[in-house]
């Protein structure tokens, strides 16, 4: 195997036939000025030619689908390694693609909550699980030794079938007891008491309408024990329990004697009268029918009144006009009775509208609390104020009105979990998937890190937590711990977006790849810097090539091998000004020497006299800081900013100058 991918001749658009050797294995740093031909090398020469190949190897019959490639100008490339570009583009237009689908994170969360999730229900919010003959055995052995219990079955009646004549049929198969009305009563004694219609024995098959209520509740006595720890008395609660379901349709009554004290046992997923869905993947699935909000189809939002365009300015209160709608002479009547019949239900008519809690714009939108009861056709609200422009909407003002502040809005259906009500009842440690997915990816982290499961989930969900929590480590080391798994993917910006495909590479642990990088600095504070080297660091480490075309500093110094494209940009480019290793460079000082004393270092910065990065690097060239700086009087002064997670700030922006502003990677 080479070690080397050696480049001959390359002469791709600005390129002057150039000569490129990058050792393989290392972490290697393109540089140059903007337009020299970094990418030109990089992309257009390095990646083309490794998805031509690729594309070559394949049969002539899947070439049809992928279209011709054309081969780059360049005389050969030696060595080449399968070739992944990540580029600083946002790829992802599907609406339904997120951070978690793209990381690929979603798909695990899907397969742990359909592992391990618990069930539970929305009416007692207790847990909704399988029994077994194992459970009803449990329960009784937490009884002391003699405590006498019977195993009872609900008395499952054919359809077309009476009750009496169903114990008749049960009766002949060797049944003899029943419990009914709280006592223990023979067959054959209620038999005596209610006889079997001689219409019902000839009407068997036929279905027979009947009145549930005047119908007894009957349970078999299917067995009468006292509690035993011998092996023949298991051996006998055993079989007694596997038959009390059989007949019962999957359900078993257990009942502690002479107390009367009852546990009802079932096989069925079910309670509190409500059959749930066992735990699947493809109920958490948005992408499915089987998970799928019904209303918005797994889209998180539907074409509703947008609330943004209903408020345009959220700094105004209801009495200065925050509602856009009810401006104008005929409107305005809408706003002068909520504000009148506000006064009985103290909802402050003066306040922004930002300031408003959560159930004062409920008021606003749904209704005020003296008019809830009220048909909404009474109500004086925003959602009563569009069901009238609703109903008039075969006049052409109020269909140009409707048009007007329609827009995406969240689903009023599932809330943009994007999933069906029946997948937020599955949790793990009291957390839904909608829960997670809504997490800033540094909170969620941590949760993962303080979940405590059971011995038995360790073991089925070892490998899940391992992929999710390393994933979720990959985020927050290049920077993205502020996004959440919901986030649409086509809504970030192209560095986020390829920060997100470095960390899918990661995450598929691919080795002996060639990945190329455009600028994974770009949008990075200094201190996620540090940590985009250390993902870089393990990308390498992993045993592939780490090609990244860059201009910061900390990544230059952190990269093993350089490669200088310039001089300068354009036609006055495209040629290799240096190439050499990073740990030369750092031994040279400002006046051109080596700390070190060694002649080689001193000999290399001689090759190559063109290069600015070196220059700059050595410290032979800088940016000089300005000795005064120019005065401003005037300036563009905000106050209450609260766009996103801007938390009502007042800043000034002096005029005439040039200003900078700092801060981590979505601070605001």
């Not at 391992?466 to 993205?480: A, K």
């Not at 750092?586 to 001193?602: L, M």
């Not at 001689?606 to 000089?624: F, R, V």
């Not at 900013?641 to 200003?659: D, E, S």
Request: net charge neutral; charged share 30%; with cysteine.
């Amino acid at each position: 195997m080479n070690k080397y991918i050696e480049v001959k001749g390359a002469r791709v658009n600005n390129l002057k036939n150039i000569d490129v050797k990058i050792p393989q294995g290392d972490f290697v740093a393109i540089t140059g000025v903007s337009g020299s031909g970094k990418s030109s090398l990089a992309f257009d020469t390095l990646y083309a030619e490794g998805q031509r190949r690729y594309v070559e190897s394949l049969s002539a019959y899947a070439r049809q689908f992928l279209g011709r490639m054309s081969k780059p100008e360049v005389d050969f490339i030696k060595g080449l390694p399968p070739a992944i570009a990540i580029e600083q583009k946002v790829i992802a237009r599907n609406p339904r693609s997120t951070v978690g689908t793209s990381t690929e994170i979603y798909e695990y969360l899907r397969l742990l909550y359909a592992r391990i999730g618990r069930t539970y229900s929305p009416v007692s919010g207790e847990e909704v699980k399988h029994h077994s003959v194992e459970d009803v055995i449990e329960r009784v052995k937490t009884y002391p030794e003699g405590t006498k219990f019977c195993i009872l079955s609900p008395l499952h009646v054919v359809e077309g079938r009476s009750q009496e004549a169903q114990l008749e049929m049960e009766m002949q198969e060797g049944y003899s007891r029943i419990y009914v009305n709280g006592e223990f009563i023979r067959i054959e004694d209620w038999l005596e008491e209610h006889p079997v219609n001689e219409a019902d024995k000839q009407q068997k098959d036929k279905k027979k309408p009947s009145d549930e209520k005047e119908k007894a509740e009957i349970y078999l006595v299917i067995d009468r024990m006292s509690v035993e720890k011998s092996k023949d008395a298991i051996s006998r609660l055993t079989d007694s329990c596997e038959t009390a379901f059989y007949e019962g349709d999957g359900t078993l009554r257990l009942m502690i004697l002479p107390a009367k004290l009852s546990y009802t046992f079932s096989t069925r997923f079910e309670a509190d009268g409500i059959r749930f869905e066992e735990p699947n993947d493809n109920m958490f699935s948005f992408n499915s029918p089987l998970g799928a909000c019904p209303t918005c189809e797994g889209f998180g939002s539907v074409i509703g009144i947008d609330e943004k365009l209903v408020i345009p300015d959220s700094g105004l209160s209801v009495y200065d006009g925050c509602v856009q709608c009810w401006h104008g002479d005929k409107m305005e009547a809408w706003k002068e009775e909520f504000c009148r019949r506000a006064a009985q239900d103290d909802f402050p008519i003066f306040k922004p509208y930002f300031e408003l809690s959560k159930q004062e714009k409920e008021c606003l939108w749904k209704g005020l609390p003296s008019d809830r009861k009220k048909d909404i056709h009474d109500r004086v609200c925003i959602d009563s104020f569009f069901q009238m422009v609703k109903e008039n909407q075969y006049k052409i003002q109020y269909r140009v009105m409707m048009s007007r502040y329609r827009g995406k809005t969240v689903c009023p259906e599932c809330r943009g979990t994007r999933l069906k009500k029946e997948a937020s009842w599955v949790k793990i440690g009291g957390r839904a998937i909608t829960d997670l997915v809504d997490m800033p990816i540094a909170e969620l982290k941590q949760w993962f890190d303080k979940l405590q499961l059971t011995e038995h989930e360790k073991d089925v969900s070892k490998r899940l937590i391992t992929e999710i929590t390393h994933r979720l480590q990959f985020l927050l080391d290049v920077g993205l711990g502020y996004l959440t798994l919901n986030r649409q993917s086509n809504t970030l910006s192209g560095g986020e977006s390829q920060r997100i495909n470095l960390t899918t590479s990661l995450g598929s642990s691919l080795v002996g790849s060639l990945y190329i990088l455009d600028e994974p600095s770009i949008g990075l504070h200094s201190r996620d810097t540090d940590r985009l080297i250390h993902v870089l660091k393990e990308l390498q480490a992993l045993g592939n090539t780490v090609v990244v075309v860059e201009h910061d500093e900390e990544i230059m110094r952190a990269a093993d091998y350089l490669i200088d494209v310039g001089p300068d940009a354009g036609r006055l480019g495209g040629e290799i000004v240096f190439q050499g290793k990073v740990s030369d460079i750092k031994r040279i000082d400002p006046t051109g020497k080596d700390k070190e004393g060694n002649a080689e270092s001193k000999k290399l910065l001689s090759e190559y006299p063109k290069s600015h990065t070196i220059q700059y690097l050595t410290g032979t060239e800088m940016i000089p800081t300005p000795t005064s700086r120019r005065p401003w009087n005037m300036a563009i002064e905000l106050k209450g900013a609260r766009m996103n997670n801007l938390k009502g700030i007042n800043v000034r922006f002096p005029l005439n100058v040039l200003t900078v502003v700092t801060g981590v990677s979505g601070s605001g």
